[in-house]
T-cell receptor
Framework: IAGITQAPTSQILAAGRRMTLRCTQDMRHNAMYWYRQDLGLGLRLIHYSNTAGTTGKGEVPDGYSVSRANTDDFPLTLASAVPSQTSVYFC????????????FGPGTRLTVL | GENVEQHPSTLSVQEGDSAVIKCTYSDSASNYFPWYKQELGKGPQLIIDIRSNVGEKKDQRIAVTLNKTAKHFSLHITETQPEDSAVYFCAASMGSSASKIIFGSGTRLSIRP
């Protein structure tokens, strides 16, 4: 089934631990994105990638890093998790960057204690 | 800075009535305005979008209007049905940045039977 998969579905993490959220798409989309969703704040862009090998910072990049080694995968890493990173994380992709429909994954619910 | 404001945050309408959600944006260079619907436990899904060279766009019971001069755009849902209950997000592309789309804070729409 074409689309975006995210793993894990949910995770409880101790503060200070390192965590990688995984995202894979099979639509051969060039652009990929990571958002966090917090109540009352909508979706905020963390990092994005216009094409394999390139990445860029979004609205709230601090404390997060990404890599884009190939077209399909776009992992998000929290080097040392803090409680303010408790959120629901969505990965998305679009065929090309800018002004195009974004397809979202099912999300990862992360709790940092 | 770049900003998208969305109102109201919650909306309850009688089944069969119309619902209107309004958004304003700050960047006069924005030229792409998508609307996303998010059902409980799922990622957002595009329902309609409009580009700056168009003032209105319709798709069955859904319509979006855009006023570039006033920098606001609205979502109209007519003949509402129970399955329209969800959270709706407006968004706007931002200026010269290749991939930034800024989302509004969301509207939780409830359809009363």
């Amino acid at each position: 089934i074409a689309g975006i998969t995210q793993a894990p579905t949910s995770q409880i993490l101790a503060a200070g631990r390192r965590m990688t959220l995984r995202c894979t798409q099979d639509m051969r989309h060039n652009a990929m994105y990571w958002y966090r969703q917090d109540l009352g704040l909508g979706l905020r862009l963390i990092h994005y990638s216009n094409t394999a090998g390139t990445t860029g910072k979004g609205e709230v990049p601090d404390g997060y890093s990404v890599s884009r080694a190939n077209t399909d995968d776009f992992p998000l890493t929290l080097a040392s998790a803090v409680p303010s990173q408790t959120s629901v994380y969505f990965c998305a992709s679009s065929r090309v960057p800018r002004d195009q429909e974004q397809f979202f994954g099912p999300g990862t619910r992360l709790t940092v204690l | 800075g770049e900003n998208v404001e969305q109102h109201p945050s919650t909306l309850s309408v009688q089944e069969g009535d119309s619902a209107v959600i309004k958004c304003t944006y700050s960047d006069s260079a924005s030229n792409y305005f998508p609307w996303y619907k998010q059902e409980l436990g799922k990622g957002p899904q595009l329902i309609i979008d409009i580009r700056s060279n168009v003032g209105e766009k319709k798709d069955q019971r859904i319509a979006v209007t855009l006023n570039k001069t006033a920098k606001h755009f609205s979502l109209h849902i007519t003949e509402t049905q129970p399955e329209d209950s969800a959270v709706y997000f407006c968004a706007a592309s931002m200026g010269s940045s290749a991939s930034k789309i800024i989302f509004g804070s969301g509207t939780r729409l409830s359809i009363r039977p």
